[in-house]
């Protein structure tokens, strides 16, 4: 039986010719296939179980003949609610909504269902649809993009910002990716933990040069979103560039740095600040003695040629964090990539009710970019100012994490950095133990291990993050012990991950001959 088109609203030729002339591209009709939405509709009532096989990849916009568009609408209802989808219920479904005579009646839908005996394809013919749909919304934006670049009026940055939201809100929508059989991914999860156990760290990650922090992470994992937040003066930049200092000179792993806050040149001083050993006031100032010359051309080496690469790009949006990170995996072999700081990105070219809307879809992005990548992703986050009003000991908590809870929600692991002396000015806490230089790495979140915290060694004039050596040694002396190991030159205490240090000698006597300074230089990661 040959079926009717609607002879409603959208039915008449005059109601018709609008309509089609809606989806006419220079000459040219739109993809589309009206006899397959007439197919796949009529499948859909005439099997119970059929919109559970097509209902994540169709949705009513992806049928081009509008009364289709509503019919659909009709069956998914029916389909949230959990009833019973036929040519009955949709009948009375269209009727409740008000829209069967808009689709041609009961007669329409009673033809529908006569036009196919079983729905053993609809898989296949649904797929075809939503591939015509992706093809019209392709059209119909390049046409628009098409007359904003004609219109010399727009800024031509502003026109490539909303291409790339678009491209990127169509691309997100529309893919689906396939469930997976235990057994591939079991074959890989041996894989991996047989090259994790003939690693000599034994990480199945990538190794920060924290002992402590990577013996409860096993190192940052691929595909995680790694969050580490901070009051402001804790040193969370400090930290992701000690760690990144680590990974990529003394580890050679390729690390990526987008630095929304600081420029290029203040990262690199703070880097050789670390490095080289000298205070930061003095490389901005340039008033270095004729020793502190030396130890700077010398030591500056160590960076150069070292796979580190730096972005400073204010401002920047989630959609151009994509297309460079893509391009620095594809060209660099990018490991990891540091983001400094996440509430300073925004999502142009996207609109939202309110800020918060906008930090979470920039953190639900990052995580996807993440397991797109298959590279842990840091991004660093400003806690809220609820830290400063507490009575206690001012530690951070997950409900101060900055304008989403998305962020939480979305990482994998969050991370704090909490220094007490600086709450503390005495420097001695209520035990009475003395706290400078003390810092301590909180893991709040931890989606696949433990959390806890993890004590650093914090050397605020080199701006420098180290690894927490026990000894008996008071951590409020350590210029004292630096002057008499060192005749008053550079220390390593504590900091077995810098490729400049020099082992201390275990018959140290400000350690009575032992060895419990230098345990952690036996073997060196270099």
């Known amino acids: 039986m040959a079926v009717t088109n609607p002879t409603s609203k959208y039915g008449d030729r005059k109601g018709r010719d609008k309509q089609q002339s809606e989806y006419i591209t220079q000459g040219r009709m739109q993809p589309r296939d009206i006899d397959l939405e007439q197919a796949v509709l009529g499948a859909l009532m005439l099997e119970k179980d059929a919109y559970a096989v097509v209902c994540d990849m169709l949705k009513p916009e992806t049928f081009y003949e509008p009364a289709h568009n509503l019919i659909f609408e009709a069956i998914r209802a029916l389909g949230t609610a959990q009833q019973p989808i036929d040519m009955l219920t949709v009948t009375e479904q269209l009727r409740q909504d008000g829209n069967l005579d808009k689709i041609g009646g009961p007669i329409y839908i009673s033809e529908l269902t006569s036009r196919v005996t079983s729905s053993a394809n609809i898989e296949f013919h649904a797929r075809i649809l939503a591939q015509k749909y992706v093809a019209r919304e392709l059209i119909s934006f390049a046409a628009n993009i098409e007359t904003q670049a004609f219109d010399e009026s727009n800024d031509i940055d502003d026109i490539l910002q909303v291409a790339e939201a678009r491209i990127f809100e169509i691309s997100q929508r529309n893919v689906k990716k396939q469930v997976t059989q235990i057994d591939p991914v079991i074959a890989q999860a041996i894989e991996q933990i047989q090259i994790a156990a003939n690693r000599e760290t034994g990480l199945s990650g990538l190794a920060s040069g924290y002992h402590d922090l990577d013996k409860v992470t096993s190192g940052w994992q691929n595909s995680d979103l790694i969050i580490i937040a901070a009051r402001p003066a804790m040193g969370k930049t400090a930290f992701v560039l000690s760690m990144a200092k680590n990974m990529a000179v003394n580890y050679n792993t390729p690390i990526a740095i987008f630095s929304l806050e600081m420029s290029n040149l203040q990262l690199v001083n703070r880097l050789i600040s670390n490095v080289c050993e000298i205070e930061g006031e003095k490389i901005k100032s340039g008033r270095l003695d004729e020793r502190e010359w030396d130890q700077l051309m010398s030591r500056v080496k160590n960076l150069q040629s070292a796979p580190l690469f730096i972005d ?211 073997n060196p990661p270099f």
């Open 312 to 522: 400073d790009t204010p401002a920047l949006s989630i959609l151009d964090l994509r297309t460079k990170a893509r391009r620095l995996v594809s060209e660099h072999g990018i490991k990891m990539i540091i983001i400094d700081y996440l509430q300073l990105m925004n999502a142009a070219g996207m609109k939202f009710g309110s800020r918060e809307q906008e930090v979470s879809m920039i953190s639900r992005s990052l995580k996807h970019l993440a397991k797109e990548l298959n590279i842990p992703i840091i991004a660093l986050s400003q806690l809220n100012r609820s830290v400063e009003s507490r009575s206690d000991d001012k530690r951070p908590q997950l409900s101060d994490l900055r304008e989403s809870g998305a962020i939480e929600q979305d990482a994998d692991i969050v991370c704090f950095i909490h220094r007490p002396e600086y709450y503390l000015k005495s420097g001695v806490n209520a035990e009475g133990h003395d706290i400078r230089g003390l810092a301590q790495f909180i893991i709040a979140k931890h989606r696949s291990g433990s959390v806890g915290d993890i004590d650093m060694r914090f050397r605020n004039k080199f701006a420098r993050f180290e690894n927490w050596v026990p000894n008996d040694i008071d951590s409020g002396h350590i210029e004292t012990i630096e002057s008499r190991l060192n005749g008053g030159n550079i220390s390593r205490l504590g900091d077995d991950s810098d490729p400049l240090a020099g082992p201390i000698p275990s018959s140290n006597p400000l350690n009575g001959g032992s060895a419990n300074i230098t345990n952690d230089y036996e």
